[in-house]
């Protein structure tokens, strides 16, 4: 996302730091909180200021992690998989928002936390000021919160990154006023529709699973997921008036990153790949 970022801005000479609004979810509500921060996008090559998404202890890759989470939630878990990105925006409620509940409680409770993450971005200037929105999802309801969005609970930016990168089967859920959050992917991976877009609205729209070739995989039913759920929320940004354009990694950036998302060793690979693909997309886009 950084790479493709930072070609954009080389190509059209848009410093993407003036956007209106930025929607993070997951790892992307890390460079949204850079974006609103002010902070300038690594080059290939430069040493960047970004947050660091993890620390460097070594941790399972997310299918394998995701696989055991199945595993340990059982035939129920499996069966409600789909609920985790709704097909359609609000045909999952109310039933989907208490199925989805009793999937997050279901599964196993890990010990490692995103602490170091949280105070990183605790350090940063980022702050919600109206531009920002993270989201994350509440265990015990199963249902959508976007932090800094009008009438969310209250958190710092910090503790709303935490919250929106906790994948629940790898990390432990993040206490914000006495309420248990975890990945924002959880609902949607891209949650475009929450999105304060309306007529004549330009929208950039990241989808980094959309191109992962992991086919019968548990990423291969996240890349479907996601495909499904952007472009059902595209729809509705388009009813609004917005123009959309969606980037998911083309296939010099998807063999870069591989299946292994948690793996740091290809970074310097995926930033390079990307940012030329960010080079050629500001070239000849609208």
Not at 34 to 45: F, I, M, Q, T, V
Not at 148 to 177: D, H, K, L, N, Y
């Amino acid at each position: 996302m950084t790479g493709v970022l930072a070609g954009i801005e080389d190509a059209t000479g848009f410093d993407l730091c003036k956007c209106e609004y930025f929607v993070g979810t997951s790892a992307g509500s890390i460079v949204a909180a850079h974006l609103a921060a002010g902070a300038p996008l690594r080059r290939p090559g430069s040493v960047g200021s970004e947050i660091a998404p993890v620390d460097a202890r070594p941790v399972n890759g997310l299918a394998s992690a995701a696989r055991e989470a199945a595993r340990r939630a059982g035939a129920f878990g499996l069966a409600a998989s789909a609920t985790f990105a709704p097909l359609a925006l609000g045909l999952a409620e109310p039933g989907g928002a208490l199925v989805r509940s009793a999937l997050l409680r279901r599964l196993p409770r890990p010990q490692s936390t995103l602490a170091q993450l949280r105070a990183r971005i605790e350090q940063s200037p980022a702050r919600f000021d109206g531009r920002l929105r993270v989201v994350a999802v509440q265990v015990r309801t199963g249902r959508r919160v976007v932090f800094g969005s009008p009438g969310a609970p209250r958190a710092t930016v910090g503790e709303a990154v935490q919250a929106s990168c906790t994948v629940p089967w790898m990390f432990a859920p993040v206490q914000i006023g006495g309420r248990e959050y975890v990945d924002g992917g959880v609902w949607s991976p891209t949650n475009l529709d929450v999105a304060p877009a309306g007529r004549d609205t330009q929208v950039l729209s990241l989808n980094p699973i959309a191109s992962i070739t992991a086919a019968n995989s548990v990423l291969g039913i996240m890349r479907s997921v996601a495909r499904s759920a952007v472009s059902i929320e595209t729809l509705v940004l388009k009813r609004r008036g917005a123009w959309v354009q969606t980037i998911a990694p083309d296939v010099d950036c998807a063999e870069a990153m591989g299946t292994n998302l948690m793996d740091r060793e290809p970074q310097p690979r995926v930033l390079a790949a990307a940012y030329r693909q960010g080079l050629r997309a500001g070239v000849t886009g609208p």
